[in-house]
């Protein structure tokens, strides 16, 4: 899991003139920290050291250190609001989290062993990614950064589904809990398909090499 940390200030200005100033001066990020047995705590964040932290993967599926003016906050992001068309977030929910209490977060699936993935390179499939991330309960200590979809093996016409995941010690997935139905596929491999052009301009080669022939 890797170690983020970041430095807040209490928010104290708020409402919507307050969060329009704020985006004007274009230096911080509007935030909150809610959830356990402490009230919500507006705060804002460094712009530049926020911005850096969002450009990793992981930083959206680990533990988070903010420090709120001395103060030690652990927890998890919840959700960015963006601006409909400027490059920028607006706001950011963080949710607290508890040692003693599990937690359930999307983490993202990474797929490996394409290049030798049975199904592509001997049988000439197509591999088709069908999930990009999942969703899994588990306490803090154990939650990892991502998940493996070890591909090597699959071959031409087969699935792999949740249920097919190597799960680390204390994690579940969600989605299980609810039943055999939604084991749902996360990755694939078909045959290629051919379009009606391409049927059409092999029948066109193979009628002139036979006029050629005549």
């Known amino acids: 899991m890797s170690d983020y940390k970041l430095t ?50 992981a930083f959206f599926s680990s533990i988070i250190n903010i420090d709120v003016e001395g103060s030690n906050e652990q927890v998890v992001i919840r959700d960015l609001q963006r601006h409909p068309y400027k490059a920028l977030v607006t706001h950011a929910d963080f949710l607290r989290v508890d040692a003693t209490h599990e937690m359930t977060l999307h983490v993202p699936l990474h797929v490996v062993g394409e290049d030798k993935c049975k199904g592509v390179k001997d049988e000439g499939g197509v591999l088709h990614v069908l999930a990009t991330d999942v969703e899994i309960s588990c306490l803090p200590k154990n939650l990892p950064e991502y998940l493996e979809v070890d591909v090597t093996d699959l071959e031409l016409g087969s699935t792999l589904h949740l249920s097919d995941l190597k799960l680390p010690e204390g994690v579940t997935l969600v ?14 491999v078909t045959r290629p398909t051919v379009s009606a052009s391409d049927t059409d301009e092999e029948g066109t080669e193979s009628g002139e090499e036979e006029g050629s022939a005549e």
């Open 175 to 188: 989605a299980l809990t609810h039943g055999e139905d939604h084991d749902a596929g996360i990755v694939s």
């Open 8 to 57: 807040a200030n209490v928010r104290h200005d708020l409402g919507k003139g307050a969060s329009r100033r704020l985006r004007r001066a274009n230096e911080q990020v509007a935030a909150i920290i809610y959830g356990g047995e402490k009230t919500p705590q507006p705060i804002t964040l460094d712009k530049a050291a926020f911005y850096k932290a969002i450009e990793d993967e």
